[in-house]
């Protein structure tokens, strides 16, 4: 039976649908480095922690959250903790120079967030003046540990944007990156893989870096929606996890009004729905089903949800590019199809008659990436990724497109 939780990755059984996936990141992951892209909500991180919960070939899996990291230290820090709090990895790191003893034993022994975050102040300041070196150092010690080491990095992009966003960032940021491909080549590193993810596209940033070639090692795996086969099952097994009657219909109905079979609108859509159940008592059926998406789903009750989808181009944008954006995303939601020279001209229009065809080739290719638009099978037009996204834009966004 399956819980319906809103929001938070799920774990174990909760996971449900994605065992090929999963077995794909494997695969991927006994041959060298994964780069695991999905839009937010789409359950990457819940991907992440079945590789934790389930490793596989005594793989050691460390997993974190880049997401407020904003310097080259804060990365190596983090990546001493990890290993230090892994009873098989934290042998390796015995004696290593920028840890005493005593150091080394409180980070193994403490488990109070207070006491942590003393341990990684302290341990920053420590390593702010030879990060590298002292990366080297931490990495090359596991060289002999008998496994192979994943490190699973959720938010890469975020830290790689965050720390150019600083004083002095960009040239951070291009430093991090080239430290970890140097990481990857060398030969006595050739245990340490890294699972790299963002519900940010990393292109556009690798771009403005001039890094691009940076990650070029790294298979890229895209984790997209559900099959509706498996959306149905999906739906089938939220009501019976919930004890709610949900008929066949109405579980078509639901995959109908959403569009792209997205676990998450599914369970915001079933939540919504079961709770106007519990409050009314009226039976869920396909015309109620209709209702609470058009009155609840889309209404201010469910605004936040979808929030993300606007805030995001005003925070990855430049000033410029999120007026074209915007306006691209307006004309796509009023007019279902617009054709690929349409959308070129929006664009010169708003971001000025100097852009050139190639830059927007590459915004058009981060609003694919980010899940905004989706092409055509002939690459000649383009429409919203999702219904229910469009929908949304058009109720909210559909009369300007910012300013």
Known sequence: MLANQVGPPVRGLECFGRDQFINLVWEKLSLGHVLLTAPRRFGKTSIMYKLVDEPRWEYQVLIADLEYLREPTDLITLFTELLMRNPVTSRSLKGVSFLSGTLWS?????VAEVELYKLRFKLRDELRPHWRESGDELLH???D????IVFVLDEFPMMIDGMMRRDQ???DARAILRWLRAVRQRPECQNIRFLLGGSVGIGAILRNLGEVSSINDFELLKLEPFTRPTALNFLAGLADGQQTTLSPACQRKMLDLVGLPIPYFLQVLFSEARKNHLQTGAPITPRLIEQVYHQRMLGVECKTYFDHYYGRIR????RDLERAVKRMLREVAVTPEVSRDAFYQIYRKEAGLAA????????AAELENDFYIRPSTDGKHYTFACKILRDWWLRYYGMEYGE
């Open 141 to 143: 010690r596991l060289a």
């Open 356 to 363: 050139t065809a190639e830059q927007f080739n590459d915004v």
């Open 315 to 318: 925070d990855y944008y430049p």
């Open 106 to 110: 409180r980070f193994r022994e403490s």
């Open 169 to 171: 960032g960009a040239e």
């Open 145 to 148: 540990c008998g496994h192979t």
